[in-house]
């Protein structure tokens, strides 16, 4: 393991250490079954055992009331933009525009009916979220749809927005599980696994059962939610190899305390970062509000461009990958995930001091 460096990525992003290990034990015969995950028929007992004991693991972390039903789909949370209006938007539903993610959310509603900007700070290049007083909610809209944690530009919400009876829908894709929530609050939450909870491929849905009821029998089979929920997620091959690894991620963060303590770990992680940008002289600036920053993707600038690109590549240099910002936005991130250890943060912070020293 001694080659491993600290992996700052996005996503897809790192995956606890002790996961990989398990799953390298595994590779070739997965406990006794002679074979891999990989190779082993979905509809298999040992695959079955798999899958429930996943979606056992996850309802336990969580504690997803039974009305919710957890589904382990493919497309991302990308097909997750086109399948909730398709399967919940009757005229209208509401938006609330946080960044690049919302916004091809956006995109694809529009497709399928009125979208209302329920709140936008898209004018203030999305370093903030809108405040709950500035949303502009329709109380006849079909759901209101928002995103917990924007990726791209660092900012998080800390509560959910209020929304009266109106369902509420989110795209966790990036802090899913990251601390508990309080599941009856949301009639969807989805989230695509690989920045959180394991490798690219598996998308989960988390949906309460009452919105079943609106999905139209009309829709192309793979795109209608209440197949998937009839099917046990099995309607066709699911992402079988990312939903063990997925498994084996609830695993660990069980064993690791579960979601409380990984909560007080990510404020310690991020913590540190922070504390450090802010007194750091003016040289690091953080380049979300502050009350609005996320515990996940730690984004900052320094000077200048030119000290950006020379912190980057000596970074690298230093087993320190992926500090480089979205192309879209530019400066830096770091993205502190689960699984993200304690030391690379605090390591990163004397690399950050001593680079402000040497420049
Ligand atoms: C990465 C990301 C997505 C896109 O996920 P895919 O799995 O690539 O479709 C959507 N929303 C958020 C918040 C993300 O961070």
């Known amino acids: 393991m001694s080659d491993r460096i600290y992996n700052f990525s996005a996503g897809p992003a790192v995956l ?5 290990k398990e799953a390298q034990e595994d590779m070739l015969s997965y406990k006794g079954a002679g074979m891999s995950v990989m190779e082993m028929s979905h509809r298999s007992k040992t695959f079955d055992d798999i899958i429930k004991g996943a979606e056992r693991d996850l309802r ?3 504690d ?6 957890v589904l382990f789909l493919q497309g991302g949370a990308t097909l997750q933009f086109s399948m909730i209006p398709l399967n919940f938007m009757q005229g209208k539903a509401d938006y609330v525009n946080t960044g690049a993610w919302s916004k091809k959310a956006i995109k694809e509603a529009k497709r399928v009916g009125t979208v209302n900007i329920a709140g936008s700070t898209e004018e203030e290049g999305f370093n903030r979220l809108p405040k709950q007083s500035e949303l502009n909610l329709d109380p006849e809209a079909s759901y209101v749809h928002f995103t917990s944690n924007n990726t791209i530009f660092g900012t998080q919400y800390k509560t959910e927005p209020e929304v009266g009876d109106v369902p509420l829908i ?3 894709s990036s802090d899913m599980l990251h601390k508990k929530i309080d599941v009856s609050k949301y009639a969807v939450i989805y989230a695509g ?7 690219a491929g598996a998308t989960l849905v988390i949906i309460r059962e009452d919105m079943l009821e609106r999905c139209s029998d009309d829709l192309h089979t793979y795109l209608n939610y209440k197949i998937h929920a009839d099917k046990d997620s099995l309607y066709n091959t699911p992402p079988s190899y990312s939903i063990y690894i997925m498994g084996l991620v609830y695993k ?3 064993k690791n305390g579960g979601l409380d303590a990984m909560y007080k770990r990510n404020v310690e992680k991020a913590g540190w970062l922070y504390d450090y940008i802010d007194n750091s002289d ?3 600036r953080g380049a979300a509000a502050k009350e609005d920053r996320s515990l996940m993707n730690v984004t900052f600038r320094l000077p200048n461009e030119e000290l950006e690109k020379k912190l980057i590549a000596e970074a690298l240099e230093n087993g320190f990958s992926g500090l480089k910002g979205h192309r879209s936005v530019g400066g830096l991130r770091a993205s502190i995930y689960n699984a993200f250890p304690s030391q690379g943060v605090a390591d990163l912070v004397q690399f950050m001091k001593d680079f402000k020293a040497r420049n």
Do not use: H, R, S
């Not at 606890?16 to 990989?20: C, I």
């Open 193 to 199: 696994a690989q920045k959180n909870m394991g490798p």
């Open 170 to 172: 989110c795209d966790t």
């Open 252 to 254: 660990w963060l069980l």
């Open 282 to 284: 003016g040289f690091y």
């Open 16 to 20: 606890p250490e002790e996961v990989l």
């Open 64 to 69: 997803i009331p039974n009305n919710y039903k």
């Open 60 to 62: 336990e972390l969580l």
